[in-house]
């Protein structure tokens, strides 16, 4: 290749804002609460009732007047009961109780709970309270929500927990942003489908199967275009499938090799807006345009292209900041000169600890870490000291 005319070695937030950029700008939709997992919210989500509706208990004993049962341990008259859809609707007097239980609403006159744990049975129709009753086992109406209060943001992904609360909020279907469409393309002569035998030197498609999971995940419409050997004409006519999509992501063939197909392809025939990521792993990633289309090269490398999907792809398919905390290091963390680095890590106990073997094929240290400690250029993490970890 000659000299390149574009970017080398770019920075992982340039990385991550040059592939937000190329990606459009979607519409939007409203689709019923079954089909919105992992959908970003197009709109506020406010809420149409109050969360409780009423005033309940938030354990099974029974409800009364707190001032009657200061002088605990006392017996009151069990004048009814309060279930959960079936409330008690009489006005309680003093020296009365009810029965009642969890979720269940307090009566007209009562304002405090004593567990079941601490009631004694006198006879059918009076209980003796072995303690005094407390205001602290009272949900009030509407202390999680209350009718007309913005719950939820425009712009969060929706994850299982978030359609739940949609779910209580009143809302049977919701807003969302129409999915980017991203075609899934693998390639690589050594690369075969998972349950057929392998010969020498060949690998499983695991590559294609992580992405896939990783795009659904993220709200996705995913476009499985299969697998492309290691010749251009075959790999320009995979990518002529990819028309439709909003973005095409492909692993392998963008490295330094003579079979690099893909890198080839880009630089020679399409647009290219940078090749090479300064981190580790999975530097030589590309990005840039084929026909129109963005195209966003991961490397074959297994490890390699599912970090890079992690950290560069997902957050600007999402357009959510990475989720990171800042953890004690429980061990040193090195740093190489010229990249970030992630290392897999597992954390215990609030500590994160680096994962014993950090080599690029080994694709099971992925499946056993809980996040990647990002280590900046040059800056070295000493055990003890404060460290960057994105939650896997």
Not at 321 to 339: E, N, Q, V
Request: hydrophobic share 45%; charged share 20%.
């Amino acid at each position: 290749m000659t000299a390149p005319s574009f970017p080398m070695f770019v920075s992982v937030e340039d990385a991550r804002h040059l592939l937000a950029r190329l990606l459009p700008v979607k519409g939007e939709e409203t689709v019923p609460l079954a089909a919105a997992l992992g959908r970003t919210l197009a709109q506020d989500v406010a809420a149409l009732v109050s969360h409780p509706s009423a005033t309940e208990s938030a354990l099974d004993g029974i409800a009364c007047r707190e001032a009657d049962t200061l002088a605990a341990p006392v017996t009151l008259r069990v004048v009814g009961e309060s279930r959960a859809g079936q409330p008690f609707g009489a006005q309680v007097q003093a020296g009365e109780c009810i029965r009642i239980y969890t979720g269940a609403p307090l009566c007209p006159g009562t304002d405090a709970i004593c567990p079941v744990e601490q009631l004694e049975d006198v006879d059918a129709h009076h209980v003796r309270l072995l303690r005094p009753a407390s205001r602290g086992d009272v949900r009030p109406e509407g202390g999680d929500f209350h009718a007309g209060e913005v719950v939820l943001k425009a712009g969060l992904p929706l994850t299982p927990s978030r359609l739940a609360l949609v779910a209580a909020l009143g809302h049977a279907e919701v807003k969302v942003k129409v999915r980017l469409s991203v075609a899934l393309l693998s390639t690589g002569d050594e690369v075969v489908a998972p349950g057929t035998p392998l010969q020498p030197g060949q690998v499983y498609d695991s590559n294609s199967v992580g992405l896939s999971a990783m795009l659904q995940e993220c709200g996705c419409e995913v476009v499985a275009l299969g697998h492309a050997p290691d010749r251009p004409d075959a790999l320009k006519a995979m990518l002529r499938e990819a028309g439709g999509a909003d973005l095409l992501l492909t692993s392998g063939g963008v490295s330094m090799g003579r079979y690099d197909f893909m890198r080839d392809l880009l630089v020679e025939h399409g647009e290219v807006e940078f090749w090479k990521i300064r981190m580790r792993p999975g530097g030589p990633a590309i990005l840039g345009r084929w026909n129109g289309l963005p195209v966003f090269g991961l490397p074959g490398n297994p490890v390699s292209s599912l970090v890079v999907f992690q950290v560069i792809v997902k957050p600007a398919l999402t357009g959510q900041p990475l989720r990171t905390l800042r953890l004690k290091a429980g061990t040193p963390f090195k740093a190489l000169p010229d990249k970030t680095a992630f290392w897999r890590a597992t954390v215990l106990n609030g500590e994160v600890y680096e994962y014993a073997r950090q080599g690029s094929g080994v694709l099971r240290s992925l499946s056993d870490a809980d996040a990647l400690v990002s280590v900046p250029e040059g800056q070295a993490v000493q055990a003890g000291e404060s460290v960057e970890a994105l939650l896997l």
